[in-house]
């Protein structure tokens, strides 16, 4: 039996190179930077989002100073409708329009993983290693685990919309309220069932 090549650390192997791809595969595999347009329009829908929550922010401040418009502005985009007219700010306001805002951070942050992982997953590397600013999750990043903090983000929007829809429960109706609540738990049962599959494959390799 023939003893196994030692390592020679002052001669190290040279990597083979990779062979020139043919036509066909270089065009294929090309391709992946048609996703590049559209990671760009996400980061202009991203700018838009920053623009609206701006816009509610500034609303909400000059409502507690006592603008009436500012105040119609927030009551209008929270949907919020009483038999009695709202001419002050109240918690139950307040609460809806903080959601609000929660609910734009919480899609903000779903749109930098999207842009973030996938450009990272599928188009090309971004060389982040070593990098301060390099978000923790992006080290392990691949399909698998994008899919999986997909549907978690998924899950938290869908919570703050449902407890948006509770705190302002009379402006919808029962067959609303219960549709809400079947498809949060779908969205639930479904992350819970990635996540599985996920763990399976990994034990599996």
């Not at 609303?59 to 929270?78: D, K, N, P, R, Y």
């Not at 599928?122 to 999750?137: I, K, N, T």
């Not at 919808?172 to 309220?177: A, E, I, M």
């Not at 609540?181 to 599996?204: G, K, N, P, Q, W």
Request: a neutral charge; glycine letters at 4%; aromatic letters at 8%.
């Amino acid at each position: 039996m023939s003893a196994p090549d030692s390592f020679d650390p002052l001669n190290p192997p040279v990597p083979r190179k990779s062979s020139p791809l043919r036509p066909l595969p270089r065009l294929i595999f090309a391709s992946r930077w048609l996703q590049l347009p559209l990671y760009l329009g996400l980061i202009i829908a991203q700018g838009v989002y920053v623009v609206h929550f701006l816009v509610e922010l500034l609303h909400l401040v000059e409502a507690a100073f006592g603008s009436q418009t500012a105040l119609q502005a927030l009551i209008s985009s929270i949907g919020y409708k009483t038999s009695a007219p709202v001419t002050a700010l109240n918690e139950t306001v307040i609460m809806l329009v903080v959601l609000a805002l929660i609910d734009v951070v919480m899609i903000s942050n779903l749109l930098i993983m999207v842009i973030v992982g996938g450009y990272e997953t599928f188009v090309s590397r971004m060389d982040l290693e070593g990098h301060a600013d390099q978000p923790e999750w992006l080290s392990h990043v691949n399909a698998s685990v994008l899919k999986v903090k997909l549907a978690t983000a998924i899950i938290g929007i869908s919570s703050i919309h449902l407890l948006k829809t509770f705190i302002n429960a009379d402006n919808y109706s029962d067959r609303v309220l219960i549709a809400q609540t079947v498809i949060h738990i779908a969205f639930l049962l479904s992350a819970m069932a990635i996540a599985y599959t996920d763990r399976l494959m990994s034990r599996e390799h």
